[in-house]
Every structure is written in structure tokens, then in C-alpha cells.
């Protein structure tokens, strides 16, 4: 308890005190409240501590996004450590970052008839179709990141959707930029119109940016994940000579937006701290960690527990092949920055909760 009170001060302490600023716009003070709370060490389990024994003999496809992309990846990862930990047979496929891709890949998970297929990283409405027929051969279908919020999707048929609220991440993202700016900030937003959670994200944060007396969003720019290493240099050069001093931070939903902006950051002088300040409300990749950890254009990441929720996952499947309904968990937003960067499982170059997790699971499946 005492090293989270620290932390939390510390994080607090690092914020510009403006007085007149905050006593003028109550969204300052807000944002400095949630940026401590957010920012503290994230080693309470407030997941399910009851649920079905496990269920024996499954095996299931992870249909993953890209497997290119850190998220979508690790939370392979997760449900391949999770699955030989509740005995199943996991396969994973790769979507290879395109819609035919998925499809591909999706229409394979199908064929190889397993009792569930795991969407990763990609809208359910996109595969609507291929979906249909997996609900009428009998295959569970659950998801990661397959909506723009947690929980059952009606239709096409998804068991259940995990994700950390878009909201709540996007709060995290647009609230740090308030209270380190302190109120201040000339904002610049990236989303992918391709991913509904990204337009969700993308939405709330420009809101509560707005919000802010004296914030500024100069611009939200629609631009694809897929090519946003390659195109981001462009787009950041163009950006910079559009806007000039008056862009100071930018939110994006993805920390893939800002390994591709650095070419052009270095090439126009802008130092590594103090200048621009790039936030991403989501991924926490390790590159990001990286910049993080090194003060180098990243102050923070709003990153997802992706190890966990490969295991939530797991658990979900688990509930379902019982006969059961979804857990509703999801973990509370986490901030990580250059203060707090070390905790919570900063050394792998992730957010890995001390939390117990794989304990708590362990211990509702009976292994």
C-alpha cells in the first residue's frame, strides 16, 4: 500500500501546477484525480474468483488479426499458455492485417471443426457471414477487440468480447494530455476508421479534449494501422508544417503511429522531451515501452494486459462450453509512463499485472 500512495504522488508531482488554471477549469482537476489513480501499480486481482471446473477434450483456433501486430499477437500468446494450462489444443492462424486475409484464415478455423474460434483483433461485422456459419455448426465464437465494447455481441453471434472499455483508455490518454499540459494542450488524434473500437476511442477522446478551457484538437486524422509505419513520416512532416508549435500532443489509438513518426520528429529538430508529447490509448507494445522507459517521443501508454486477457479468453470458453454466461470482467485502465515504467511487469516491455492471475484461474478451473 505504501509504494502505491508513493507512486501515485510521484505521478502527481510530475504534473504542472497552474493554480489559476485549475481552479478555473474543473477538468483540470479531474484529469489530475484520474492520471493518479490511473498511474498507480495495478496488483489487485478485481477479476472472477468462482466459475465452472474446467471442461475437458476442447480445442480451439485463435484466428489472429496480424501477427505482426503486438497486440494481436501476445494475446495469442496468452491463450496458448492459458490453454496447455486448462489442458486444451490451441491453433493459431494469421489474418496477415487485411480483411481477405481473416477471411482466409477464419474460413480455415472452420474447417478444422474445433469446438471455438477466437477472433483476434478484428470487427465480427466484417466476417459476419463466415461467423454465421460457425454459430450453425456448433462453434463457440469469442472474441478480442471484435467490437467497440466488452461483453456478448447480439450479432453475428460472439459469445462474449474482451477488451478494456474504449472509453475508460480513451479518458486515460486525453486526461494525461490535460493535466501534463496543464490544460493547455493543441492536439493531434490518429484512428483507423477500419475498427470500430478505434473510431470509439478516437470519438471520446477528442470529446473530453474538448472539454478542456483551454485545449485545442487541431485535427483528427484518419490514418490505416497497416501503413502508418510507412506513411507516418509523411503524414508527421506534413502535420508539423501545417500546425507548427501549436501541435503539442498527439493521441493515438495505437502505439504503431509513433514508430513511423520519428524519422520526420528527428529530421525537423523536435527534441525528445518537452516538445511534442505522444500518448497511445492502447497496444503498449515494446517499442512504446522503450520510448517510455528512454524519454524518447513517448510519454505514455495506455496498455492492454494482453497475457491476461489471453487467459480471460480461456476462462470465457470455459463458462461457455458449461453452459454458463461471460465473467463481465474487465481490468480497470492503466497508465504507464517514464515514472512507473518499471512496475507491473515494465521490465518484459509489457503491462503484465502482479495480480495473481494465472493463480486465480488456475484455482476456479481445478488445475
Known amino acids: 500500500m505504501k509504494k502505491t500512495v508513493m507512486l501515485s504522488a510521484l505521478i502527481t508531482l510530475t504534473l504542472p501546477l497552474t493554480a489559476h488554471a485549475q481552479s478555473s477549469d474543473p477538468v483540470l482537476t479531474k484529469a489530475k484525480a484520474f492520471v493518479a489513480t490511473a498511474a498507480a501499480r495495478a496488483n489487485k486481482w478485481t477479476g472472477p474468483t468462482t466459475g465452472p471446473k474446467a471442461q475437458t477434450g476442447k480445442s480451439i483456433v485463435y484466428v489472429s488479426s496480424d501477427q505482426r501486430n503486438g497486440g494481436a499477437q501476445g494475446v495469442g500468446a496468452g491463450v496458448q499458455e492459458a490453454g496447455k494450462a486448462i489442458g486444451w489444443t490451441v491453433r493459431v492462424l494469421d489474418g496477415r492485417g487485411t480483411v481477405s486475409g481473416h477471411a482466409d484464415a477464419l474460413g480455415q478455423a472452420i474447417a478444422l471443426k474445433p469446438a471455438a474460434i477466437i477472433l483476434g483483433g478484428f470487427d465480427a461485422a466484417e466476417q459476419a457471414d463466415l461467423l454465421e456459419q460457425a454459430n450453425k455448426a456448433g462453434i463457440v465464437v469469442a472474441g478480442w477487440h471484435a467490437g467497440a465494447a466488452a461483453g456478448p455481441i447480439a450479432s453475428p453471434k460472439v459469445f462474449t468480447n474482451v477488451t478494456t472499455s474504449a472509453t475508460a483508455t480513451a479518458e486515460a490518454a486525453a486526461y494525461y494530455a490535460i493535466a501534463q499540459s496543464g490544460g493547455k494542450a493543441g492536439v493531434v488524434i490518429f484512428t483507423d476508421s477500419a475498427y470500430a473500437i478505434a473510431l470509439a476511442k478516437s470519438d471520446a477522446m477528442a470529446k473530453i479534449i474538448k472539454s478542456c478551457k483551454g485545449c485545442t484538437v487541431l485535427e483528427t486524422r484518419v490514418q490505416s494501422l497497416g501503413s502508418a509505419t510507412k506513411d507516418m513520416s509523411t503524414v508527421t512532416a506534413s502535420l508539423l508544417q501545417k500546425y507548427g508549435a501549436k501541435w503539442t500532443y498527439s493521441l493515438g489509438i495505437n502505439d504503431l503511429y ?110
Do not use: C
Open 258 to 367: 509513433f514508430d513511423g513518426m520519428l524519422p520526420a520528429l528527428t529530421a525537423a529538430g523536435i527534441k525528445p522531451t518537452g516538445q511534442l508529447s505522444n500518448i497511445s490509448a492502447g497496444d503498449g507494445s515494446q517499442s512504446a515501452y522503450q520510448r517510455v522507459r528512454t524519454g524518447q517521443y513517448q510519454d505514455a501508454t495506455i496498455p492492454e494486459p494482453i497475457n491476461l486477457q489471453g487467459w480471460q479468453l480461456v476462462d470465457e470458453l470455459n463458462r461457455a462450453f458449461a453452459g454458463q454466461k461471460p465473467s463481465g470482467f474487465s481490468i480497470p485502465v492503466h497508465i504507464v509512463t517514464k515514472a512507473n515504467v518499471a512496475y507491473d511487469g515494465g521490465d518484459k516491455d509489457s503491462f503484465d499485472p502482479q495480480n495473481g492471475y494465472r493463480d486465480q484461474y488456475r484455482k476456479i478451473w481445478g488445475k
